[in-house]
């Protein structure tokens, strides 16, 4: 082992002391009661451990698609029994076939997707990696109406499953409904652990329930004991018809509008391929199981419920209430004590199913808002997740738009139904004609005989589309058919937005290179290396201060890397690039720690922090970015000795910039400064720090003694590496729940595996650095349970 005490502080100064890791500053109302709503804020490193076991992404994925068997049959029926009469209980079998065969197709189309896509994204990344970015967009407006329309529907139809068991709550059908997805909403934005465990137990229970039901209806019809209904007087029901020629060009009219009626059972098989990345390892395979077992017990459920209404003459009502299945359910069970109470059994069944597939598209629509945002068609501020790790921004946007469809339509399913399929199969379409394509382009194993299965999916589906937008075009399709287009445009134009300020940000002006005399702490928060950073550095500079520090917070793994690559890359930059973890991204919070550490040091310390700020129109600007500089100038402002000042770059008026290139710093204004006396400081925040299982010898670092060997455990808050063409040299910083060392390499500029949030155990002699403890080329070991790889 290379140790040694690092000597940066004279001998008979006082014993160094740990560095810091709380800062005392209170917390504001606003977070106080989002944490007693929501909980308390879950870090990064745990989000490994929101993945989903296949038994509970049985539950939480599969609980939309399953719950469509309680209304699949119902709306063949609604269409067939005004024309056909009594002869409809006859086709709604050979349709149902129909149904289930489709079935079929897409879920081996879609078996083949998680397969070879084993991130979330579906169809959509089905489309992107095949047919390029421009169809891509058509797939992931598809799939985003989809699971709008999911949620509308789901709790409506578990609303009418309520209000067939209950009647006198007919008249707050709206009511209920409109709670039911404020309640998902609020679930969901808990996070994603804690929706798994509410939302599992409903698929399961909905599963028993009405496969006893089934078996029990097929029992008592092979015995001659199942009743039938009367459809042609019962108060309420849809018009019964006196029959029609199949041929004629009438019946064949609404035999296809029933068909396509009957496709709303196939909604929800997408979405554990949006959601494959929710999945534990291996990903693919575990989706892959799931999504056959989901198929398999769906056809099931449907084709059970269809055989059961084709031998009770289960009736349609207009208002739908009550259901199909909740006649089949009665007739079955029969009429004794203990037949009602399995019938509300039932009933609360299919209700928890319907109300939780609602909940099935607040886990698929942000992860696939999130996906589509990371490729620049949608705000960027879809991609980031929420104090719960959950992508909040999406959930509520959805939560948004279902609200709206719900107070549209009146909480009406066959209303809804109406805005239902061209989305889902027109995600259908792109998956099976972009599975083709991949077969064809690689060759691999059965290829041939893959890619006309495919084929066949994509031009059904197809079909499909065309037949729902002509036959429900009246009943509210005609609105999906105008906004489809629009809304692909939209995405488009966002994409061409987010392209062109790239273009202008990459415009890097040669640095300069000239080290100035300068006076005070200045730190530079970037998140790039574009032009706005750079007049930033620039301004910086200018100011000359004693100490320049140029900061990223580590949110994303993968961006800091490649920020690290970028950086060395601009030699003429001459600075060291400090990378701080930021486990919560609680991006104002971690700046304010920043501010207090180097406070710490010298309490007569200013600190000035810069942040760059690129700035758009008033309103794309607002839609398109979102507001963090503001957000950490209003908390670090609040502390004394620490000022904010943010650094504006308008990015729109392209050739006022390129004017300026050479000019340095476009204007700064200063948007906080210190906040007077000792009041600044209030209550003490202390950091959480999980070190794992410690060994029997590991000493706390606020209790190591200098000049003495120690074993430390912690987590990396921090890396700092030499600025290239310097002597190399890095410094990282150890934290544990008493405080903080400084680990010093010399002779090194990169340790692989020390990073922010990387868990580690050393051992070396104890020195000082700058006043506080220190750890000069210590022996090092990488603890599994980071957590930071995902």
Known sequence: ??????????????????????????????????????????????????????????????????????????????????????????????????????????????????????????????????????????????????YI?????????????????????????????????????????????????????????FVASLALVIGLGIYRELTGDLPQYDPAHAVGAVPLGQGSALLSVGAVYILLKSFANGGSSLTGLEAISNSVSAFRAP?????????????????????????LAHQTHAIAYESGSPTVISQVARATLGDSTLGHVMYFVVQFATMLILWTGANTPFNGFPYLANFVAGDGYLPRWLTKRGHRLAFSNGIIVLAVLALALILGTGAHVDKLVAFYAIGVFTGFTLAGFGMAKYFRTHR????????????????????????????????????????????????????????????LLAALPAGDTRRLPVKSVIVVLIDNVDLAVLRALAYARSLRPDQLRVVHFVVDTTRAEQLSRTWDEHHALSLPLEMIECPDRRLPRAALELAEHILSADEGTQVTMLLPRRQYGVLLGRLLHDRTADQIAATVSQVRGVAATIIPFDATRTSRVLRRRGNGAEGATDVAAAAGGSSGRARAHKSVVDVGPVPADRVVIAAATPRRTAVLQGRIRSVETSSVGSAPTFHCELVDESGGVTLMFYGRRRILGLEPGALVRVEGRMGDHNGFLAMANPTYELLPGDGRKQ
Not at 110 to 134: D, I
Not at 287 to 298: D, E, F, G, Y
């Open 149 to 205: 329309v999911t949620v509308a529907v789901q709790a409506a139809a578990g609303t009418a499953a309520v209000t067939s068991a209950i009647p006198a709550l007919s008249s707050y059908q709206l009511e209920m409904t409109v709670a039911v997805v404020v309640l998902l909403f609020y679930g969901n934005l808990r996070g994603l652990r804690e929706a798994g465990r509410l939302f599992a137990f409903p698929t399961y229970f």
């Open 283 to 307: 990903q693919g395979a575990n989706a892959r199981r799931t999504l056959v077992i989901m198929s398999v017990l769906l056809g099931s459920l449907v084709g059970g419920v269809s055989w």
């Open 444 to 503: 691999t194993g059965r290829w041939r005989v893959k890619s006309v299965i495919n084929d066949v999916v994509g031009a059904t589906s197809a079909l499909i589309v065309v037949i729902f937008a002509v036959t429900k075009f009246t009943e509210g399709a005609w609105l999906v058919v105008i906004v489809f287009p629009v809304l692909v445009v939209v995405l488009l134009r966002l994409r061409r937005a987010y392209k062109r300020e790239e273009a």
């Open 1 to 146: 082992m290379t140790s040694g005490a690092p000597q940066d502080s004279p001998s008979f100064m006082s014993a160094p002391g740990a560095l810091p890791v709380g800062v005392e500053a209170p917390e504001t109302i606003a977070y106080n009661l989002k944490c007693r709503l929501l909980g308390p804020p879950l870090t990064t490193d745990q989000l490994q451990h929101e993945r989903l076991s296949k038994r509970l992404a049985l539950g939480v994925l599969s609980s939309d698609c399953i719950s469509s068997s309680a209304y699949g049959s119902e709306e063949i029926l609604i269409i067939l029994l005004p024309l056909f009469g009594l002869t409809a209980y006859s086709l709604l079998l050979p349709l149902t076939g129909v149904v289930l065969a489709v079935l079929i197709l897409v879920t081996l189309t879609y078996r083949w997707v998680v397969t070879t896509y084993s991130q979330a994204g579906g169809s959509y990344v089905v489309a992107r990696e095949n047919f390029g970015p421009l169809v891509a967009q058509v797939g992931a407006v598809a799939l985003m109406l989809d």
